[in-house]
């Protein structure tokens, strides 16, 4: 009996832990369902002695908790399958727009990034996963021709700047040892500026050519400073001259007697001239003071003129001519309306009279300006 009893209590034991299992949730449903049923058919033939229809029993009562799980399992899994859908949605988004735009530095980056988030979502179903993962892989492989494009096309950029650049580079260094200063200056000017239209070239190539451009033009300015420099010292004493000259030119202003005064600038402008070139960093403060005073016996001379003006002039002494005109003949009114004892008449033209008298002393003022 012992025999019997023993396996009776090993099938009850089984039916214990199987229990804790399936509450615990640490079998699937499906797991739970083929265990219970293999459990069961082992208690229903079992040669043991024992309440086998209360293991049967107790085995039965499992299935409520496995349907419970396996609805539970379901909600979670449609959940899951909810939110991996808003996922991969969002994953589908950025692709496309990455694959729309032109960051060629991250957007590789960030591709693969969102090709491992992908990898962990959950699976939707067959239909849905693969309408996503043909626009999601359609955007990768978007991005990816059209980066290697945009690639392709700066190196062929990059190789035709290195072109214009290493005929820019030779040519400066053939005006290097110029002594043309303004011209060849200018036409380093240009170079610059052909420099910078050419846009990069490959890295390592362009810094050795601006290298040998940048040596280029140093040289030549450095020659050309060095040249003025040796000019400037040279000129010194021709300074030393041109400084007496403004000061002297300054004693004309004010003009007082014009005439007199353009005669000795005349005279001071040909020993400026005279005099020679004078340091560059002299140059600008000296003339100023030769040409402020030549402003000032100019604009002497432009007043006087518009005063002399002969058309103007003609035009007021006509108008004097008029003025004095009307008044003789309002004068010869007056004394006809005089003699006739119209006393409104006479004040009338008395007072028309004075007005133009005080404009014929107005007009004659102007045409003494102009005489």
């Known amino acids: 009996m012992k025999f019997y009893t023993d396996r009776f209590d090993a099938l009850a034991f089984e039916v214990h832990l199987l229990e804790q299992r399936i509450a615990a949730g640490k079998l699937s449903p499906e797991e739970a369902t083929t265990t ?6 082992q208690v229903s033939t079992a040669n043991a002695v024992g309440d086998l229809t209360g293991l049967a029993a107790r085995l039965d009562a499992t299935a409520p908790v496995i349907a419970i799980q396996r609805e539970a399992k379901r909600v979670e899994k449609a959940q899951r399958t909810a939110e991996s859908k808003v996922e991969k949605d969002k994953i589908v ?13 991250n957007g590789a980056n960030r591709l693969r990034d969102l090709l491992d ?41 990059r190789d035709g700047a290195r072109v214009i650049k290493e005929r820019l580079a030779a040519e400066a ?11 060849t200056a ?11 239209a050419a846009g990069p070239a490959p ?28 000019l400037d010292r040279e000129f010194a004493a021709n300074a030393v001259v041109k400084e007496e000259i403004p000061v002297e030119a300054e004693k004309l202003v004010p003009v007082t007697d014009l005439d007199a005064a353009k005669k000795t600038f005349r005279d001071l ?6 005099a020679g070139k004078v340091p560059r960093d002299r140059m600008k403060d000296l003339e100023a003071r030769i040409r402020k005073v030549e402003q000032a016996i100019r604009s002497v001379e432009d007043d006087q003129w518009k005063r002399s003006d002969p058309e103007k002039s003609a035009r007021a002494d006509d108008i004097v001519s008029k003025l004095e005109a009307g008044i003789a003949d309002e004068q010869a009114k007056l004394d006809k309306a005089t003699a006739a004892g119209d006393a409104k008449r006479v004040k009338q033209l008395e007072e028309s009279l004075a007005n133009k008298q005080a404009f014929l ?10 005489s």
């Open 361 to 370: 002393e107005m007009a004659r003022k102007a045409a003494e300006d102009f």
């Open 173 to 183: 260094e053939s005006l290097s040892t110029s002594t043309e200063w303004g011209p």
């Open 203 to 230: 890295r390592d190539i362009d810094d050795e050519l601006w290298k040998r451009f940048r040596g280029a033009q140093d040289a030549f300015f450095g020659a050309r400073d060095a040249a003025n420099a040796e």
């Open 117 to 157: 988030q992908w990898k962990v979502l959950p699976r939707l179903d067959r239909t849905t996963d693969d309408v996503l993962w043909k626009r999601f892989s359609s955007a990768r492989t978007t991005y990816t021709r059209r980066r290697k494009a945009h690639f392709a096309e700066e190196h062929e950029k």
């Open 269 to 274: 402008a040909d020993r400026w001239d005279a």
């Open 36 to 41: 219970v049923k293999a459990l069961r058919e």
């Open 93 to 105: 988004a950025e692709a496309e727009k990455l694959a729309r735009g032109n960051d060629w530095r």
């Open 186 to 196: 200018g036409r380093y000017r240009d170079l610059m500026r052909d420099w910078k």
